[in-house]
């Protein structure tokens, strides 16, 4: 068999990791969950969460993956073999594709959204009413979203099939310090937008009125979308790391970045939100339609900096989303590769293909398809609403339970601990929240959401 493919040194491995966590759920989707749920005090609770829930389940995936060396389903096969535990390796797999599927739609707007600002769309001469009426034109339409999130899928195969070093490694390593430039650059920005200090006030003062349970699902939700977990793309990555490599450290430092990269985008978007007036609760449209309002309104006062800040903050999310749905693909092609033995640019093809086409029809169901709902929900809606809600908490709790419950505590802390040589001290801390705190947080969340 071929030697495996690892990453070439720690910070590959946190620009990877991290470059699968920050992404849409940072900048498209944190602000307006954030919004819905009162500001700052949500901002606590998903601290919280992310820290005592998400990253112990990082730390569990990470142990699978690099204790196997093997994709999701292969990990099971290894470590459990001849058991059920398979089918988690199963689930685990579809999962990232189903996400993929919609989340390459979004990913497909953002093309749209940064081909509008190439064109100076939003900053020149263009009527109020027509640049916040763009967004809903645009992805009820039939071709155009197609044609976008087509664009979007052959980027991140293409990615893909240059395989973990020369294509993921590579792409990551230049991507992740660029948005981290283009996102305080568009801070600055935004900072100075007349009415935005409500916006940093509306951050920064937390109203404890509104947390109610459904915030601390939404919390933990965020925080497991964020992170990438329960869909065995960390898991997958973490089969590229060396031996020799910490694993705490990459999870803390993937961690670490994401959170920083959420906040910092909630001081990019807020401000503009407040200081365009517009509610901070309004749900998912709130990063395109706010934003292509705000640069055609600044661009009265600064024509040049509105466009620059356009394409900036565009490519940002282009460039986020990118490395996220690559890992996603990834999940499927290490499948592949490992298990059938195909080749990596076969699998590639093959898995975005599949994927292109489920996310066709989530495009549609903006549009044409808009009248069939499966549950009461559109097509786009449902497979959000089946993974977020339901296969990612799902995929944690095996996750945790098999790390926590039927691997040995000798070959998690050998795993952890690099043999004995680092976190020594930390283990035991480590193995409490990965053995209890994660998974009953994990399932009280779930029933509630089930029951409240
Ligand atoms: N974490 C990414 C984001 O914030 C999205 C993502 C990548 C993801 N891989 C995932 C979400 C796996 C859930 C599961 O946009």
Redesign the pocket.
């Known amino acids: 068999m071929k030697k495996r493919e690892r990453f070439g040194s720690r910070f590959a491995v946190i620009a990877a990791m991290a470059g699968?966590?920050?992404?849409?759920?940072?900048i498209w989707r944190f602000p307006y969950v954030l919004g819905q749920y009162g500001g700052a005090a949500f901002i606590l609770v998903y601290i919280a969460a992310s820290l005592l829930v998400a990253l112990p389940i990082f730390f569990a995936e990470s142990v699978i993956g690099r204790r196997s060396g093997r994709d999701t389903y292969g990990a099971m096969q290894l470590l459990a073999p001849g058991t059920a535990w398979k089918w988690a390796g199963l689930l685990t797999i579809l999962s990232?594709l189903l996400?993929l599927s919609y989340?390459s739609v979004v990913g497909g707007w953002s093309v749209e959204f940064l081909f509008k600002s190439l064109s100076f769309t939003f900053t020149e001469n263009a009527s109020e009413a027509e640049v916040s009426g763009y967004f809903g034109h645009f992805i009820s339409s039939t071709w155009q979203p197609i044609l976008s999130h087509t664009l979007f899928m052959t980027m991140v195969a293409g990615v893909v099939l240059g395989g973990v070093k020369n294509g993921i490694e590579r792409f990551s390593k230049v991507a992740m310090p660029l948005l981290f430039v283009l996102i305080l650059f568009i801070v600055g920005y935004s900072l100075t937008l007349p009415g935005s200090r409500a916006g940093v006030e509306y951050l920064v003062k937390p109203d404890f009125s509104r947390l109610n349970a459904d915030a601390y699902a939404a919390a933990l939700g965020q925080a497991f979308?964020?992170?990438?977990?329960?869909?065995g793309?960390v898991l997958t990555y973490a089969s590229y790391v060396k031996k020799e490599e910490n694993l705490v450290v990459s999870g803390v430092g993937t961690a670490v970045s994401d959170l920083l990269f959420a906040m910092i985008a909630a001081f990019a978007v807020m401000p503009a939100v407040f200081a365009a007036g517009i509610e901070p609760g309004s749900g998912p449209g709130l990063v395109f339609q706010t934003l292509p309002y705000i640069f055609n309104k600044m661009s009265q006062a600064m024509p040049i900096t509105s466009a620059l800040v356009s394409i900036a903050f565009f490519l940002t999310i282009l460039a986020a989303a990118l490395t996220?749905a690559i890992?996603?693909l990834e999940v499927g092609v290490a499948y592949l590769v490992d298990e059938k033995g195909m080749e990596r640019r076969k699998a590639t093809l093959l898995l975005a293909f599949g994927t292109w086409l489920l996310g066709v029809l989530c495009s549609l169901s903006f549009g044409p398809l808009a009248h069939i709902k499966l549950l009461g929900l559109s097509f786009f809606d449902f497979l959000d609403a089946l993974c977020s809600n339901w296969l990612?908490p799902l995929g944690g709790v095996l996750f945790t339970l098999f790390v926590g419950w039927r691997m040995s505590k000798a070959d998690v802390r050998d795993e952890l601990t690099n043999g004995g040589t680092c976190n020594v001290r930390l283990f035991g801390l480590v193995y409490f929240l990965m053995r209890y705190l994660a998974p009953i947080g994990i399932v009280v969340v779930f029933l509630s959401n089930l029951f409240l």
Do not use: E, Q
Request: charged share 0%; hydrophobic share 45%.
């Open positions: 699968s966590a920050v992404g849409l759920g940072n990232p996400i989340y979308f964020s992170l990438s977990l329960g869909v793309t996220s890992s996603m990612l």
